[in-house]
């Protein structure tokens, strides 16, 4: 195809705004192209010049493009630095201004009816190839010599394309759009085109298979190692108590959600490539992690998923993700990786020796996880919980913000519980702090328990157990675990406040279910100001059971104060909080 043919398209492309318009302008592109010139056309039409994950770079700044121009042109440089002021566009400025084609530069192309698209990549690939001392000045020609062989409208798009400042609203979503429609018949099609482009991440090779195999050969497509996939993403819900509705299974796998950078790992030997969830190369900005994975990765290939979290390895806490930025950086790599050390947490592998697993269930791919990874403090599996009960997986959370995670993503064990790249399903729920909406009314509740502390807790408590008084009975029972809310001098003199409370075992008047019975027991005597977001039936706990043994839980409790001009007997009532629950 002529480079002219699809510039004549890009100006039509321009001129329109309705999608449908779009799809078909392309479609009828596409479907005039041969089987290998169709990944270059979407690429252009995307305004790359390769796949983007490539990194293809032309080194070609306004400057140089600016010299080519001149030099095409035969005008002064002032003259284009001009009219690029005047018109604000370098594509414009070569589209004007570049009048006579001369014979000068011939020798670079050997062209006879036009430039085709084939010649333009391989315009393009010289101008990628050159590089060292002197290759601005070889770039610049090989740019003039295009743009002097090149119908006016073909420069403006041949500029636009090298300058990056292609712009027809036109996305992949588009692109696939038309490639189904050209292709499949209907735009109806697009979903099977576009899980093959979540695998491979290069809409030019699925046009090139599509072209030449249909859908037999779109659906060979598959993971391969050192191309990246899109990443798998959770869904949120609004309301906890969705998270079971909605999971697919009965068993949950809560799992630690860490504040840090997605990483894809693929392995191969002594070969790691880790990229960003944007499918960019981020091997060189992390060559801790790609050592880690080359050491610890006990099998020959792999790709993982995991969270790349800045991590104080002294304190063995984590950091949040702003310090992992600072690890964003092209230069002095080295010194701000011994500055901010970084844990590579992995949470799922996709690919082992050869095998995808993408088809496996999340339970498995856990066990084959577990298998290859030689856990250390630089390189881990996430932390989770098993449960099949929403009180256990709101402990967890708690446990979680309590350690300074973002929260959890509840992940199902169904058995199609498969790894599904790009999509965004409920086998991935994700819950965090900021989701728990308020309860107006505060809660004056009972300390009769703590649970020791872990990780940056170790030397105080985790969490205290919090009862609410029944008069009727003259027993204090069991609402919600509160971990959350307290400062940091608050947090370290808790074991403090609480050791003349200290006893031997659970205090005659509390009823404390097995599954709750915290490490240590207090007589009940300090009353604690509590926030929480939504009270909830709660088989672990024993306020206000009704006759399933159900009892009420206070879901995403929050420390507001200390309580002391009040006594045990004076905190809020189990029948107070069935009236607020029924209320709710
Ligand atoms: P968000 O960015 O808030 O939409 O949450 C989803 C992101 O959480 C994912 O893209 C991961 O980068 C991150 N994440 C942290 N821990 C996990 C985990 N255990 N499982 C899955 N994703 C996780």
Known sequence: MLFKDLSEAFEELEKVSSQTEMIKI????????????????????????????????????????????????????????????????????????????????????????????????????????SSGSGSAEVKQKILAAMLSIASPIER?????????????????????????????????????????YNLCSDIGLIAHVLDKERLTGIKKINITLHIPMKPMLAQRVSKFSEIKQKINSSLIAVEEKYDGERIEAHKDGQTVTLFSRRLTDVTTQYPDIVENVKRYIKTEQAILDGEAVAYNVKEDVFYPFQKLMQRRRKYNVEEYMKNIPVKYMLFDVIYRDGQSLMKKSYPE???????????????????RRLTDNLDEVDEFFQECLNNNLEGVVCKSCSPRSYYQAGARKYYWIKWKKDYASEL??????????????RGRRRNT??????????PEKDAFQTVCKLGTGFSDPELENLPQKFRQFLIN????RAEVLKTVEPTYYFTPKIVVEVLGAELTKSPIHTCAQDETGKGISLRFPRFIRWRPEKSPEDATTTTEILNMYTEQ
């Open 26 to 129: 392309l479609a009828d592109i596409f479907k005039q192209a041969d089987e290998d010139e169709i990944d270059k056309i979407c690429y252009y039409t995307l305004g790359e010049t390769a796949a983007s994950y490539k990194k293809v770079t032309l080194g070609m700044a306004e400057k140089i493009v600016q010299q080519s121009i001149s030099l095409a042109s035969n005008l002064d440089i002032d003259v284009i630095k001009d009219e690029t002021n005047n018109l604000g566009d370098l594509g414009e400025v070569a589209f004007t201004i570049i009048e006579n084609n001369d014979n000068r530069f011939k020798t670079f192309f050997d062209i006879e009816n036009g430039l085709t698209i084939q010649d333009i990549d391989n315009g393009l690939n010289k101008i990628t190839m």
């Open 365 to 383: 791919r856990r066990k084959n996880l577990e298998e290859i990874v030689e856990k250390n403090n630089l390189i881990n599996v996430a932390n």
């Open 461 to 470: 408590y985790g969490s205290l157990l919090c009862t609410a008084y029944n």
């Open 440 to 453: 107006r009314d505060t809660l004056d509740l009972v300390v009769i328990g703590a649970y020791s502390g």
């Open 505 to 508: 075992s659970k205090p005659a």
């Open 156 to 196: 403006k798009y041949l500029v636009r394309l090298i300058t990056r400042t292609m712009e027809f609203g036109v996305g992949e979503a588009t692109v696939l759009n038309a490639l189904a429609s050209a292709f499949l018949g209907s735009k109806k099609e697009k979903p099977k085109l576009e899980a093959a």
